[in-house]
Nanobody, 114 residues
Framework: QVQLVESGGGLVQPGGSLRLSCAASALAFSRYVMRWYRQTPGKERELVAQINSVGGNIYYADSVKGRFTVSRDNAKSTLTLQMNSLKPEDTAVYYC???????WGQGTQVTVSS
């Protein structure tokens, strides 16, 4: 059974950094485009970043460009999101997703607050 497990969320002050990880199991990870989404209550899930199967063709939402970096390690079946210069508006539950599938993690909460 495919599992995507996010970790690394938490409470951080504005301007701080967090590193999110998504560990995949029972998935041919290296074959998939992978995505990070985020969601806040009452809003639709927002695509934050995307990376193709070999680590290229990277997309970022305008709201995170220059602050977030997505990467992957296919040998370890791991997707990472490095988040720097965090802002209160980055507060959300962050999810990883294997693109074009219903494979989602359970989410990890990121709260940016002083």
């Amino acid at each position: 059974q495919v599992q995507l497990v996010e970790s690394g969320g938490g409470l951080v002050q504005p301007g701080g950094s967090l590193r999110l990880s998504c560990a995949a199991s029972a998935l041919a990870f290296s074959r998939y485009v992978m995505r990070w989404y985020r969601q806040t209550p009452g809003k639709e899930r927002e695509l934050v970043a995307q990376i193709n199967s070999v680590g290229g063709n990277i997309y970022y939402a305008d709201s995170v460009k220059g602050r977030f970096t997505v990467s992957r390690d296919n040998a370890k079946s791991t997707l990472t999101l490095q988040m720097n210069s965090l802002k209160p508006e980055d507060t959300a539950v962050y999810y990883c997703n294997a693109a074009f599938t219903n494979y989602w993690g359970q989410g990890t909460q990121v709260t940016v607050s002083s």
